[in-house]
């Protein structure tokens, strides 16, 4: 059976992966191609990335689960969430910090920093990978 616990972590990483492939381009020109999410979905993710990834947003869930609960309440829910700790993390010109939640959006901000950035590049297998 699923708890609410699974259904806030799907709808975190669901977020988090259509950021992923909406915000990154494949390289396949000079000037850094498409974005992923124009020829790639989800399903297009290598099996360890995605468990990577999936490390990686279970654990910024549980450490800040009762700030990520207050961010909900004020903004569109956990799908937001995920978008917002992908953009956070890699450091783009939006995130937890600019929308409008003050001190809880500059916690959520230095919390998503530490775990550095992370970028998708296409592999020979023709699967997207993360480094």
């Not at 549980?62 to 909900?72: G, I, N, P, S, V």
């Not at 959006?105 to 699967?127: C, F, H, I, M, Q």
Request: glycine share 10%; aromatic share 12%; proline share 1%.
């Amino acid at each position: 059976m699923k708890t609410k616990t699974d259904s806030d972590f799907r709808q975190f990483f669901i977020g988090f992966l259509t950021c992923a492939l909406w915000s990154s381009c494949d390289n396949s020109t000079e000037s850094g191609g498409e974005p992923f999410d124009a020829n790639y979905s989800r399903d297009d993710i290598a099996f360890s990335s995605l468990l990577s990834m999936a490390r990686e947003c279970r654990d910024f869930m549980h450490a800040h689960e009762k700030d990520l609960r207050r961010y909900c309440v004020r903004m569109s829910g956990m799908e937001a969430a995920g978008h917002d700790f992908w953009l956070t993390k890699n450091r783009h010109g939006s995130g937890f910090w600019d929308q409008g939640l003050g001190e809880l959006g500059r916690r959520l901000s230095e919390n998503a920093k530490v775990y550095g950035s992370t970028d998708l590049y296409l592999g020979d297998d023709g699967k997207i990978h993360a480094s």
